[in-house]
């Protein structure tokens, strides 16, 4: 990415923040958007693995929240959860 078209891009966003109906179609798209990546925010994706890093309290609240509207269960990972495998030999 040259710095003509990082130039390119800021100005084009720039020039967005003019536009009066910017709003409007920011929040047309916005459950779209959010669902896909907020679980319990609209529908969420079956196939989807969702990650949240976050303190107890907002664990235990994602958890209440995910229980109630999808039966489903948040679950804590840590780094001593994950590890790396060598390579399969073929």
Do not use: C
């Amino acid at each position: 990415v040259t710095p003509a078209v990082v130039k390119k891009f800021r100005e084009n966003l720039l020039a967005l923040r003019k536009d009066p109906a910017l709003s409007g179609e920011l929040f047309r798209r916005m459950d779209a958007v959010y669902s896909k990546i907020l679980p319990g925010y609209g529908k969420t994706d079956p196939a989807a693995v969702y990650f949240i890093i976050g303190s107890e309290k907002q664990f235990q609240a994602m958890d209440t929240d995910v229980q109630t509207r999808e039966d489903q269960h948040v679950y804590k990972l840590f780094p001593r959860d994950f590890w790396l495998v060598p390579p399969q030999a073929p």
